[in-house]
């Protein structure tokens, strides 16, 4: 069984930075990409960035310039560096990953995590 589980979610101050972190634990062969997700109240859920197992980024408009993607490919661990926060970034942010759970896995699927709570405010 495969299990995503984010951190670093929190109150912050509008210009502040949060630091969150996703790990993928279980049964894993190998992780092509990796994103994060964020759902306002009353909104669709939306991509904010994605980085693929070669490194390679993608972000939101929204995001471009204040956030960064990384990932830790030996602890399977996503990791998104949000600066100059600001009042609409607030959110609840998932982090996914689409994976092979063993290496006779002919399809990747993709899995979620539980959501980690983002609110920038004075």
């Known amino acids: 069984q495969v299990q995503l589980v984010e951190f670093g979610g929190g109150l912050v101050q509008p210009g502040g930075s949060l630091r969150l972190s996703c790990a993928a634990s279980g049964s894993i062969s190998r992780v092509y990409t990796m994103g994060w997700y964020r759902q306002a109240p009353g909104k669709q859920r939306e991509l904010v960035a994605y980085i693929t197992s070669d490194g390679s980024t993608s972000y939101a408009d929204s995001a471009k310039g204040r956030f960064i993607i990384s990932r830790d490919n030996a602890k399977n661990t996503v990791y998104l560096q949000m600066n100059s926060l600001k009042a609409e970034d607030t959110a609840v942010y998932y982090c996914?990953?689409?994976?092979?759970?063993?290496?006779?896995?002919?399809?990747?699927?993709?899995?979620w995590g539980q959501g980690t709570q983002v609110t920038v405010s004075s």
């Open positions: 996914n990953a689409d994976l092979f759970e063993s290496w006779s896995s002919l399809v990747p699927h993709t899995y």
